[in-house]
């Protein structure tokens, strides 16, 4: 199994920042996606922003510009950098990770695991 456990969420101000943290662990063979996606109270659950092994990134259309992904593949971790934040973007963030894992016995399977969430709040 691959365990995903993010942090960093929080209460800020509109126009503030913050930065999200996601760290995948396991015995994991490759991670081909790392993604964030979150959830708002009565909507449903959707994509912010999305990155593969080679650095390729996709964006919400209402987070471009304002928010930024990274990864660090040697440490299984995604970055989620927030700026600009506005009301609209409080929700709970999950983070979503796509990838290849193995057990004590070499062998491997497909994984495609989901965080635990992490409120983020932007509010005055």
């Known amino acids: 199994q691959v365990l995903l456990v993010e942090s960093g969420g929080g209460l800020v101000q509109p126009g503030g920042s913050l930065r999200l943290s996601c760290g995948a662990s396991?015995?994991?063979?490759?991670?081909?996606?790392m993604s964030w996606y979150r959830q708002a109270p009565g909507k449903q659950r959707e994509l912010v922003a999305s990155?593969?092994?080679?650095?390729?990134?996709n964006y919400a259309d209402s987070v471009k510009g304002r928010f930024t992904i990274s990864r660090d593949n040697a440490k299984n971790t995604v970055y989620l950098q927030m700026g600009s934040l506005k009301p609209e973007d409080t929700a709970v963030y999950y983070c979503?990770?796509?990838?290849?894992?193995?057990?004590?016995?070499?062998?491997?399977?497909?994984?495609?695991?989901w965080g635990q969430g992490t409120q983020v709040t932007v509010s005055s």
């Open positions: 979503n990770a796509v990838g290849t894992y193995g057990d004590l016995f070499a062998r491997r399977y497909d994984f495609d695991s």
């Open positions: 990155i593969t092994s080679g650095a390729s990134t």
């Open positions: 396991g015995i994991i063979y490759s991670i081909n996606r």
